[in-house]
């Protein structure tokens, strides 16, 4: 049993602190965080990437460095009077040229951090981690916490990556520096400009480039929900916990259901058997990476991970942190209606989309011709 006594003492230190830091904080979730952290009463200290586009950041107030995580001194400037860090930063992707990045920054990167806290004598350190490091639905039942991964199923290098990183946390954890995780699903929503692999599937499907759907499940949230969940393991989670951040179970089939039905499109009927397409896109990107010497279309890691069921428990972060998420149905409308303003559909497809009426009105329809260009050399790199 946890006590609730302790859990009060550092809510209480985190709110009077002077400061809080978040790594990635330019980022689809970090800046979310950030936002969160901001209603809540908190100064923030941003820890931004060199060279990475900070415009979601735009018009908040916090305290701005620029940064890399692999740079010890870097990260022991960024903790000076800092109460409680918020590690998010990572490579949140499925391919890259060099392998080696994902463990640089997610692990060598995670261990700067840790030592940075230690060293500064920060009150807690809160770890995005991810589900990717949990086990799978099995027997009909979601996985959860408590649910242990088989290393099978740690497809690709972001996954192993991030498990590494894990285990550094908790060890860290075991040493006497206060940590909590959080374990998010698949968020999606505004202000995804990468997009994520969450967001690119949204994306795809608006350009209807997703003809067939996978026999997979998945757990759907909105980035909102996710950020506010950090802010509540950093009030309210006990040392060393794990907390999945998550939002409603649904058959991949469901959610591609759901845009078609709220952006007035079609939905796709055939249905493939991951297992089967497997073979034809690990072929694929075997040519298109190391012949084209280009990222892949398509990575093999997505779908090796529909061979699974992808669903989640949140009744712990429910339970003990008063964690609450919007329907699926919202969020999902919510990403779709920002990439659409955003310039991330092609206008036959933001016309289609208009004419159904279904979408809102909020959605300035004259999408940037520059940025559906810039979007789609970005996406064939």
Known sequence: MHDAHKVMIVADVVRGS?????????????????????????????LCEPGRDDDNLEGLTVERIVG????????????????????????YRFWAADPDLFYDVNVGGTMNVIRAAERAGCNRLVYTSTVATLGVAEDGRPASEDSLVHFEHLFGHYKRSKYLAEHEVLRAGATGLPVVLVHPTFPVGERDTAPTPTGRTIVE?????????????????????????????????????????????????????????????AAPRVRLSPRM?????????????????????????????????????????????????MPARTALTRAARWFVANGFVKEARVERIRRSGKLGPEIDLRADAARVQAHEGARRR
């Not at 002077?18 to 809540?40: K, N, Q, Y």
């Not at 860090?85 to 490579?91: E, K, R, S, T, Y």
């Not at 990107?285 to 990222?295: C, D, G, L, Q, Y």
Request: proline share 4%; with cysteine; glycine share 8%.
């Open 18 to 46: 002077e400061s809080v830091l978040v790594t990635g904080a330019s980022g689809f979730i970090g800046s979310a965080v950030v936002r969160a952290l901001i209603d809540d009463g908190y100064r923030v200290r941003a």
């Open 68 to 91: 890399d995580i692999r740079d010890p001194a870097t990260l022991d400037d960024a903790v000076v009077d800092v109460s409680t860090v918020f590690h998010l930063a990572a490579i």
């Open 205 to 265: 499907f608006l350009n209807g480039r997703i003809p067939a759907y996978v026999d997979t499940a998945l757990n759907v949230v909105h980035v909102d929900d996710v950020a506010r969940g950090h802010v509540l393991a950093a009030q309210r989670g006990a040392p060393g916990r794990s907390y999945v951040l998550g939002g409603e179970n649904m058959s991949l089939r469901a959610m591609l259901e759901t845009l078609a039905d709220v952006c007035g499109l």
């Open 277 to 325: 397409v497997l073979p034809i896109v690990r072929s694929a990107e075997w040519f298109e990476s190391t012949v084209m010497k280009r990222e892949p279309t398509l990575p093999s890691e997505p779908v090796r991970m529909a061979t699974t069921r992808m669903e989640y428990d949140t009744d712990r972060v429910r339970r003990e942190l008063g964690y609450s998420s």
